[in-house]
């Protein structure tokens, strides 16, 4: 049956809200490297690229499918594993290292998928964080492939060779910035389409009531691993976009505490919110950078800070802010009537 178009989100209006959306933040994403030129905070810019894909990723499964992963970051950890030793000890091309990254992470997302999805809330939740965990061991005391606790060191960012255009030196950090603006953009892009769809919307359903999209003859696991397989899979980029950038991969890039760190940012954009998200991500990058300036005790500010916005801001900051202008726009609507 088709899905009106009402329904999903692509009426006249809509989709020109959104495209001025789109435009707002490609125009900020590409005017950044020129506003803040040194080397530091344009790596900054880049990590927030690669988080706010990751902690999109992430709300696909927490915000639209209402499934909550405590293991998110393991497959982030095992595209840059994947990413890192091709580039380090095979000598492949950046690309062919960042497919296989999300090819890998794909297949392993289908595979643990498969047992967690047939599970719900709390122990949905624990078994992504054990699973999430197991392959946090593997790669801790597999050291002949992984550099166990020492991880993988100096993988080196290959110059990148593009028809058309030639030679890209990915080493020099304006230059990568704006490589991993494109990838992250392709990915978010995904997102959005995915979201607007009628397979989203089966997913809002899935996340309101699964019962009743179980009664009336959804496949409510099928729906719940192709989700937690297209997570699987963006979080495999981000993570075969990190290890060049990086340099570095160790095995505490899988450990839970990161995926917790995603989730925090992900709850603090707003997860009901399509660019809550990435926004939230940045914000935590932004706002541990600043406070490192100031105190070693950021982690508490840090707490504090997520503590107010949870109890007083239970949609986020941008779910907050996106509450406001449809309520101001609502009573000029009257107003105006």
């Known amino acids: 049956m088709a899905v009106p178009r009402r329904h999903i989100g692509l009426s006249r209006h809509g989709a020109v809200a959104a495209a001025g959306k789109v435009a707002l933040v490609a125009v900020v994403a590409a005017a950044y490297p020129f506003i803040?030129?040194?080397?530091?905070?344009?790596?900054?810019?880049?990590?927030v690229l690669i988080q706010a894909m990751l902690a999109t990723s992430l709300n696909l499964l927490v915000g639209y499918a209402g499934m909550i992963s405590l293991g998110h970051a393991a497959f982030f950890g095992l595209g840059a594993y994947t990413s890192g030793l091709l580039l380090l000890r095979a000598d492949q091309p950046v690309l062919i290292a960042m497919m296989a990254a999300v090819v890998l992470a794909t297949a392993a997302a289908y595979v643990i998928g498969s047992f967690c999805v047939r599970t719900a809330e709390v122990y949905f939740a624990m078994l992504t964080l054990a699973f999430g965990q197991l392959l946090y061991v593997v790669s801790y005391y597999?050291?002949?492939?992984?550099?166990?606790?020492?991880?993988?060191?100096?993988?080196?960012?290959?110059?990148?060779?593009?028809?058309?255009?030639?030679?890209?030196?990915?080493?020099?950090?304006?230059?990568y910035y704006f490589f991993a603006l494109v990838v992250v953009a392709c990915g978010i892009a995904l997102c959005k389409i995915v979201v607007g769809s009628s397979f989203g919307l089966a997913l809002r359903g899935v996340r309101d009531n699964r019962l009743r999209v179980t009664y009336t003859g959804g496949d409510v696991a099928g729906l719940r691993l192709r989700v937690f397989v297209l997570a699987g899979a963006l979080a495999g980029l981000a993570g075969g976009l990190y290890a060049p950038f990086q340099g570095f991969v160790s095995p505490e890039i899988l450990y839970w505490t990161k995926s917790g760190e995603i989730l925090l940012g992900t709850v603090l954009g707003g997860i009901y919110s399509f660019w809550g998200p990435p926004v939230g991500a940045g914000l935590m990058l932004s706002l541990k950078d600043v406070l490192l300036t100031y105190t070693e005790r950021w982690k508490l500010l840090l707490g504090v800070s997520l503590l107010l916005i949870v109890l007083f801001l239970p949609g986020g900051l941008i779910g907050f802010l996106?509450?406001?202008?449809?309520?101001?726009?609502e009573r000029r609507r009257r107003a105006a009537n």
């Open 142 to 175: 597999w050291v002949a492939l992984t550099g166990g606790d020492d991880g993988l060191v100096g993988i080196p960012t290959r110059p990148l060779r593009m028809p058309l255009v030639g030679r890209i030196d990915l080493g020099e950090p304006t230059t």
């Open 322 to 329: 996106e509450e406001r202008i449809a309520y101001v726009r």
């Open 36 to 47: 803040f030129t040194d080397a530091y905070h344009i790596r900054l810019g880049t990590e």
